[in-house]
């Protein structure tokens, strides 16, 4: 099966650079699917799990917003945060979820929207994790 090549590049440097048969991630307009051979497009990204398959398998990169570009033979993920599966500190995930969740829990009108995110970015990276 063909390949693409991908890219997830934070503000910090490279994330992720691999070829992958697939990639799939979470668009403010729904879930894309890409194969090599993609109509080129920019799209704007959701706090979500990107998935990479490759050889059988499929990886899983968390990604806190940012924007998908697609070219035929490349995807290059620009994400304001971007954590592989093995990369993701699961303590400081499961405090931040139990932060925002107390936050929630005692709303404050200008914290409901920042904890609402921090919330998706924590159970985002925790789904990453596999925990």
């Known amino acids: 099966m063909k390949t693409v090549q991908v890219n997830i590049v934070t503000p910090d440097g490279p994330v992720y650079q ?7 991630v979470r668009a403010e307009s729904g ?16 706090i ?4 990479l398959k490759h050889s059988g ?10 924007f998908v570009e697609v070219r035929p033979e490349q995807v ?3 994400a ?7 990369k993701v500190d699961v303590d ?6 139990q932060r925002a969740e107390e936050h929630l829990n005692h709303p404050n ?20 994790a596999g925990k």
Not at 31 to 46: C, D, N, R, S, W
Not at 80 to 86: F, G, I, L, N, R
């Open 109 to 128: 009108e200008s914290d409901v929207r920042r904890a609402e995110l921090a919330l998706k970015r924590a159970l985002n990276r925790l789904n990453v």
């Open 48 to 51: 979500g799990a990107v998935r």
């Open 18 to 24: 691999a070829d992958v048969e697939m990639v799939s």
């Open 31 to 46: 879930e894309l699917g890409i194969l090599a051979g993609h109509v080129p497009m920019v799209a704007p990204l959701k």
């Open 57 to 66: 398998s499929t990886e899983l990169v968390a990604v806190s917003g940012g």
């Open 92 to 97: 400081r995930a499961k405090s931040a979820k």
């Open 76 to 78: 290059t993920i620009l």
């Open 80 to 86: 304001q945060a971007a954590e592989t599966s093995d």
